[in-house]
């Protein structure tokens, strides 16, 4: 079982529904609507968005006139925010598995392994939001 850094579901719905609500340019964007965008389940997308939501990413409003929108400037929200909001903290493996087999102190591959997982994270950390805005289209 490999721990190299992996988009889940979840994640990936999550940053193309904050793309989304960029491009929306804080007009309140329906959970169906983004659903339906990015052929996703509804139910799952509330989900994620309640997590976003709960990290302070997004705002979202009941009722036939409601939806979500973000709470900050995408300038402001990079994607290690998004990431994380869903997954967790990032973690810099150093083990491509779970439990180390090598029986040895270090691992011929830990340093390389080491090395991919920083580069993800610190991409992650210095790539804001708004480069990634996507209009929501018909």
Known sequence: MSNLFKVSEAAALALHASAL??????????????????????AHLAKVLLSLQHA????????????SQLA??????????IYEAVEGPLKV???MFKEPVCG??????GGFLRDVNQQVVDKLRNTRLSDFVLELGG
């Open 21 to 42: 609500m960029a491009g929306a340019q804080g007009r309140l964007l329906r959970t169906r609507e983004i659903a339906r965008r990015l052929n996703a389940s509804e």
């Open 56 to 67: 302070g990413l997004v705002r979202s409003m009941r009722g036939p006139s409601g939806g």
């Open 72 to 81: 900050r400037p995408a300038d402001r929200i990079t994607l290690r925010h």
């Open 93 to 95: 493996a150093k083990c």
């Open 104 to 109: 040895r102190p270090r691992c011929a591959l």
